[in-house]
């Protein structure tokens, strides 16, 4: 977790790309947000009652590669330091609200959720579209953001490390890299592990247990071309999994791929 006082210093026109996809976000546009703020650190978001936020924290503890804890903010709060005068309950594309561990709705706007349930604690965890401004400033392609899409993402056979009344499986992103890069791009996504880091695959997914790359769980599909290897990284959306899987009584999430954009940039969380 970052400390609000630590100074990151990052180009005026970077953090102003990241204010103005907040605020058109709190417009109501919604789109994924791969490639948007190119070198600002983007964040998954789950908000739960207190009742359940040590079940969850927990967790995050015992499963950091896939949730990566970047932020907490206290009980019926929705600001962070991470993103002066930002609000986590208009600021995100679009979000997913939770019932009984099924997914009752998507909204644009979760004001009226966090009135709903004034005890939320929020958690913003870290995500894999941070190290995509590295990728590609190492001539990797993105073949999401290439094909402008969602990025692939798929629920795996692993089981994370339960905690409480949490357990539930690791969902993974997937991009396609040349056979030739794949260390490159282990190597560059591993200096950035309050982000995921290095890959946790490389190669057949049926050692995931995915049987089809083509239908991912969520998210789009994306082409694999000759000579390509499916690499797989851990994903923010895990904390869904283990909402669907716990039947957690009420919770509010991102949707896939669209993200929190912070104001902090991708170079903060860079060993």
């Not at 609200?97 to 870290?126: K, S, T």
């Not at 073949?143 to 490390?161: D, E, F, K, L």
């Not at 890299?177 to 190669?203: K, L, N, Q, T, Y």
Request: charged letters at 15%; aromatic letters at 8%.
């Amino acid at each position: 977790m970052i400390s609000p006082a630590a100074p990151y210093p990052a180009h005026a026109a970077a953090i102003e790309a990241a204010r103005a996809a907040r605020a058109s976000y709190r417009a109501g546009q919604a789109a994924p947000t791969a490639g948007v703020a190119p070198g600002m650190t983007q964040a998954n978001m789950i908000a739960l009652p207190r009742d359940w936020a040590w079940d969850f924290l927990l967790y995050a503890q015992r499963n950091p590669k896939p949730c990566p804890v970047l932020d907490v903010i206290e009980a019926g709060q929705h600001t962070t330091v991470l993103a002066e005068g930002a609000d986590v309950r208009t600021d995100i594309p679009l979000y997913r609200v939770w019932r009984n561990g099924q997914l009752a709705e998507e909204v644009h706007d979760a004001r009226a959720l966090w009135d709903e349930h004034p005890d939320l604690v929020c958690f913003l965890i870290g995500c894999s579209f941070t190290f995509e401004t590295p990728l590609q400033q190492a001539g990797i392609e993105v073949r999401h953001i290439a094909q402008g899409c969602n990025v692939p993402m798929y629920r795996t056979s692993r089981q994370c490390r339960p905690a409480g009344r949490l357990h539930g499986e690791l969902v993974v992103s997937m991009r396609p890299i040349p056979a030739a890069r794949v260390a490159d791009a282990v190597s560059i996504s591993g200096r950035f592990p309050a982000v995921h880091g290095a890959p946790v695959h490389v190669g057949d997914p049926q050692a995931l247990g995915i049987a089809d790359l083509g239908k991912p769980d969520f998210g789009d599909p994306v082409r694999i071309e000759p000579g390509e290897v499916p690499v797989f990284w851990a994903c923010g959306v895990t904390p869904q999994a283990a909402v669907m899987a716990s039947g957690v009584p009420f919770a509010i999430t991102h949707a896939p791929g669209y993200m929190f954009i912070t104001d902090v940039p991708d170079s903060a969380y860079q060993l």
